[in-house]
């Protein structure tokens, strides 16, 4: 079935440091890749997503990269702040018209960090 | 706020009640999406709907069973609960087309004493 494997499970980096966390899938018909961040006690919030026929996206500080062939896919973090410190989800799904959209997260990256 | 709305907040329950959550989609979404979260752990997909039919399902317990009515909210019901189905169980709506995005409620916490 389809899995979604991501690393490394916790990271803890500097204030102003990059952050990098990488996840690779199952299913390659997958053509959608988000990436969720949830605080502690609150529900998971999407930060940015990617879909199959692009390689790179990027939002200010955070940016994704897409290797569809090696079905891997990362987020980038730079210039770290406290309030990054979070729990971040990468999933993987094949979302198509007619609602068929099954959305499989990975087990998630608690990253920490530190002033 | 995302706009989907999960009751109750939390519920404290024993084992081998029966419990009901319940999920409000963002107006518009049609598909609906059930998430077990346990302590400290991921986020397990448990079932989707479309426009109330049923049209994925992961790895949901034979004793969990959801349904969603024509106004397009949703239940996921729980019975015969054991100690290890205390979890936060999270809502999540989408439009239903290829943009694939979800947006979460604020999840449901249950604990089974």
């Known amino acids: 079935g389809e899995n979604v494997e991501q690393h490394p499970s916790t990271l803890s980096v500097q204030e102003g440091d990059s952050a990098v966390i990488k996840c690779t899938y199952s299913d390659s018909a997958s053509n959608y890749f988000p990436w969720y961040k949830q605080e502690l006690g609150k529900r998971p919030q999407l930060i940015i997503d990617i879909r199959s026929n692009v390689g790179e996206k990027k939002d200010q500080r955070i940016a994704v990269t897409l290797n569809k062939t090696a079905k891997h896919f990362s987020l980038h973090i730079t210039e770290t702040q406290p309030e990054d410190s979070a729990v971040y989800f990468c999933?993987?799904?094949?979302?198509?018209?007619?609602?068929?959209?099954?959305?499989?997260f990975g087990a998630g990256t608690r990253l920490a960090v530190h002033p | 706020d995302s706009g989907v709305t999960q009751t109750p907040k939390h519920l404290i329950t024993a084992t081998g009640q029966r419990v009901t959550l319940r999920c409000s989609p963002r107006?518009?979404?049609?598909?609906v999406y059930w998430y077990q979260q346990s302590l400290d752990q991921g986020l397990q997909f448990l079932i989707q709907y479309y426009n109330g039919e049923e049209r994925a399902k992961g790895n949901i317990l034979e004793r969990f069973s959801a349904q969603q009515f024509p106004d397009l909210h949703s239940e996921l019901n729980l019975s015969s609960l054991e100690l290890g189905d205390s979890a936060l169980y999270f809502c999540?709506?989408?439009?239903?087309?290829?943009?694939?995005?979800?947006?979460f409620g604020e999840g449901s916490r249950l604990t089974v004493l």
């Open positions: 999933a993987a799904s094949i979302a198509f018209s007619g609602g068929y959209n099954k959305l499989i």
């Open positions: 999540a709506s989408s439009v239903g087309d290829r943009r694939g995005e979800l947006f």
């Open positions: 107006s518009g979404d049609l598909s």
